[in-house]
């Protein structure tokens, strides 16, 4: 019953930027982790970022000083800022979500449906 809605994606060229947005949905008591991953062809997946509850942050070693991750708590949206893209950032980037479910109080885990960037030269 909950779902995730991201957009953003697109085609930029090297040097610009994007901003990611993640939007939650449903029966959703709390949210407890958000996270972006991305994946290239030929690629494993890698995380990108993630932000937890308490307002901590962890980034890739590839993206840092570039990416910024935030997140709106009224709205259930995570955002992904990225700044000087390169072709190396081109992949399909997906929202992770860990929330408590209001009816059975467990924890769950939702993904969104993938949003592309690419990057051009």
């Known amino acids: 019953q909950v779902q995730l809605v991201e957009s953003g994606g697109g085609l930029v060229q090297a040097g610009g930027s994007l901003r990611l947005s993640c939007a939650a949905s449903?029966?959703?008591?709390?949210?407890?982790?958000m996270g972006w991953y991305r994946q290239a062809p030929g690629k494993q997946g890698e995380l990108v970022a993630d932000?937890?509850?308490?307002?901590?942050?962890k980034y890739a070693d590839s993206v840092k000083g570039r990416f910024i991750i935030s997140r709106d708590n009224a709205r259930n949206t995570v955002y992904l800022q990225m700044n000087s893209l390169n072709p190396e950032d081109t992949a399909v980037y997906y929202c992770?979500?860990?929330?408590?479910?209001?009816?059975?109080?467990?924890?769950?885990?939702?993904w969104g449906q993938g949003t592309l960037v690419t990057v051009s030269s």
């Open positions: 449903g029966s959703i008591s709390s949210i407890n982790y």
């Open positions: 992770n979500v860990r929330f408590v479910d209001t009816s059975s109080y467990k924890y769950l885990t939702v």
């Open positions: 932000i937890y509850s308490t307002g901590s942050t």
